[in-house]
């Protein structure tokens, strides 16, 4: 595969120079000289696709190392430096823009490897899937592409008959799927179950199912589900989860009771009330064969529009059911409620008559001595004693002279009621409240 792409370019007299890096790509460099300076130019390269044959229904790993991709890149650097450029991948499938659904990538930082991971279907079983990948340089903004072709191989044991699925909290997708760690794994699975053979068959991160991005306190950790197949039974240990104490527990969130946890909590935290236990040898197929047609629809005929010559329709009906109908309701109701208010009312004379003689009395003197005291107090536009007028002025001292005029009469004016007039006035009242 033959790649070009142009860098820069200047005015002056070409010259050819080969450049072979550590890599298997070979480039063809352009020289220019520009203002007694040496311009490279990079004009194409060549390098060979990749091939890899992973089975179906077993966990593909396929790792970007940065290191191969940095060989992609002119040795921009001086001798003896050594290239720490921030590098990141674009994978897709060849003429789409995304990836296969079973294969899944990631990469965490620019300054780390990027992972292509996923368990192959049967369904692409001798079909090759080409991938393409793009390396960008962040701090030159170079790319570097070349593809990687999976030929994906039919399994003789799949699918295995027994799978297990494990939920560890203790780890993210990218570290578990490294190699050691993913052995290790394997090898505490396999002291447990005992089978003839296992492997892993696919791998999620716990934030693919619906998992919450953790806290960055403490070292928490995403969480990864890993899923293996055996060719044998559950082991008894496998099966204590599914105990009716344990499943209690794990109704309360309470840790269950496993015997072999011991085998993994040195490296693996497994919450076991997270585990899935599959018996393929149980299961019923439900698979229908679908029987494929032709892809042609039956004839039916010519179209045939409606007449122009309808015939017209009576709305009377309608009209009296969803108008008339309704508003004759809403109006009877309307009279019924009309006549409760206001030809129910019991009135003033049903209501003394019911009431007692005594009551309506007190109610009687109660309003004729407020009426009085309100007449009382209209009367107030007479003058204040003397004696309640000051005699000196309040800011200069001097002797204020009476508001009333020599000529006013007030001994007409007493000060206070006698008290054979007070009770000739007030006697009624009390003796009528009382």
């Known amino acids: 595969q033959i790649i070009s792409f142009l860098l820069s370019s200047a005015d002056g007299y070409n010259g050819t120079v080969n450049w072979t890096t550590k890599r298997a790509h070979s480039y063809i460099i352009s020289r220019i000289k520009a203002v007694q300076k040496n311009v490279y130019t990079i004009l194409s390269k060549v390098h060979s696709d990749r091939n890899v044959y992973p089975s179906a229904g077993v966990l593909f790993v396929h790792v970007l190392e940065r290191e191969y991709f940095k060989g992609e890149f002119p040795p921009y650097p001086k001798p003896g430096e050594i290239s720490n450029d921030p590098i990141t991948f674009n994978t897709n499938l060849m003429g789409y823009p995304d990836r296969p659904g079973w294969l899944r990538y990631i990469q965490r930082t620019p300054y780390s490897d990027g992972v292509l991971y996923g368990s192959p279907t049967v369904e692409n079983v001798g079909k090759p899937t080409v991938i393409e990948i793009t390396a960008y340089n962040r701090r030159t903004f170079e790319t570097a592409r070349h593809n990687l072709i999976i030929n994906i191989m039919s399994a003789e044991d799949f699918p295995l008959p027994y799978q297990a699925e494990f939920f560890i909290r203790n780890m993210n997708v990218e570290e578990m799927l490294a190699s050691e760690v993913l052995g290790d794994f394997l090898g505490a699975v396999k002291n447990v179950w005992q089978p003839?053979?296992?492997?892993?068959?696919?791998?999620?991160?716990?934030?693919?199912?619906?998992?919450?991005?953790?806290?960055?306190?403490?070292?928490?950790?995403?969480?990864?589900?890993?899923?293996?197949?055996?060719?044998?039974?559950?082991?008894?240990?496998?099966?204590?989860?599914?105990?009716?104490?344990?499943?209690?527990?794990?109704?309360?969130?309470?840790?269950?009771?496993?015997?072999?946890?011991?085998?993994?909590?040195?490296?693996?935290?497994?919450?076991?009330?997270?585990?899935?236990?599959?018996?393929?040898?149980?299961?019923?197929?439900?698979?229908q064969e679908v029987i494929r047609g032709e892809g042609i629809l039956p004839d039916g005929g010519e179209y045939k529009p409606p007449?122009?010559?309808?015939?017209?329709?009576?709305?009377?009906?309608?009209?009296?059911?969803?108008?008339?109908?309704?508003?004759?309701?809403?109006?009877?109701?309307?009279?019924?409620?009309?006549?409760?208010?206001?030809?129910?009312?019991?009135?003033?004379?049903?209501?003394?008559?019911?009431?007692?003689?005594?009551?309506?009395?007190?109610?009687?003197?109660?309003?004729k001595s407020t009426k009085e005291l309100r007449d009382m107090s209209k009367n107030r536009e007479i003058a204040w004693p003397l004696s309640t007028l000051p005699v000196f002025h309040p800011v200069t001292g001097e002797i204020v002279p009476p508001l009333h005029t020599d000529s006013y009469d007030n001994t007409s004016m007493p000060l206070m009621q006698t008290q054979q007039q007070w009770s000739q006035k007030w006697l009624p009242f009390f003796s009528a409240v009382l």
Request: with cysteine.
């Open 307 to 367: 007449s122009d010559t309808l015939k017209s329709r009576d709305y009377y009906t309608d009209f009296l059911i969803t108008l008339a109908v309704p508003s004759a309701i809403a109006l009877v109701l309307f009279l019924i409620l009309a006549y409760i208010m206001c030809c129910r009312r019991e009135g003033v004379e049903k209501r003394n008559m019911q009431t007692p003689d005594i009551q309506l009395v007190h109610h009687s003197a109660i309003q």
């Open 196 to 287: 003839e053979r296992l492997n892993a068959i696919n791998i999620t991160s716990a934030l693919d199912r619906g998992g919450r991005v953790p806290l960055p306190i403490n070292d928490m950790k995403e969480g990864v589900y890993v899923m293996v197949g055996a060719d044998v039974p559950f082991s008894s240990c496998l099966r204590e989860v599914e105990n009716p104490q344990n499943q209690l527990r794990c109704s309360q969130e309470m840790e269950p009771v496993i015997t072999c946890d011991k085998k993994f909590r040195t490296q693996f935290h497994i919450d076991w009330c997270k585990i899935s236990l599959v018996d393929n040898t149980k299961q019923v197929s439900t698979f």
